[in-house]
């Protein structure tokens, strides 16, 4: 599976940017897929996760009811709303996807094979 996310960009403190990655070479539909940040000096952290049917997902803590993850199957993407976006969001963005079970595993960085290119995302104060 080959996975290119796109559209990050500069926003303001409180404003809202979508992130959308697209999927091919794959079943995508059996994937469960999802999104990790990473801030400049920092290590890389899980954001959010979609089962493959999309009925369940998990945040993190930290952008939990102001992000929402989402998938289309027949298009072979997954989304990530972010709504309410603050200065500590700003990390580039990478999208990942694994044929793995729904499990506690979801929130490793090691759970998935494969990985987006990554896309910035910048939040203004």
């Known amino acids: 599976v080959q996975l290119q996310a796109s559209g990050g960009g500069l926003v303001q403190a409180g404003g809202s940017l979508s992130v959308s990655c697209a999927a091919s070479?794959?079943?995508?539909?059996?994937?469960?897929a999802g999104w990790f940040r990473q801030a400049p000096g920092k290590e890389r952290e899980f954001v959010a996760a979609t089962s493959w049917s999309g009925s369940s997902t998990y945040y993190a803590d930290s952008v939990k009811g102001r992000f929402t993850i989402s998938r289309d199957n027949v298009k072979n993407v997954v989304y990530l709303q972010m709504n309410n976006l603050k200065p500590e969001d700003t990390a580039v963005y990478y999208c990942?996807?694994?044929?793995?079970?729904?499990?506690?595993?979801?929130?490793?960085?090691?759970?998935?094979?494969?990985w987006g290119q990554g896309t910035q995302v910048t939040v203004s104060s």
């Open positions: 070479g794959g079943t995508f539909s059996r994937h469960v």
């Open positions: 990942v996807a694994d044929r793995s079970t729904w499990s506690e595993q979801i929130t490793k960085i090691t759970a998935y094979n494969y």
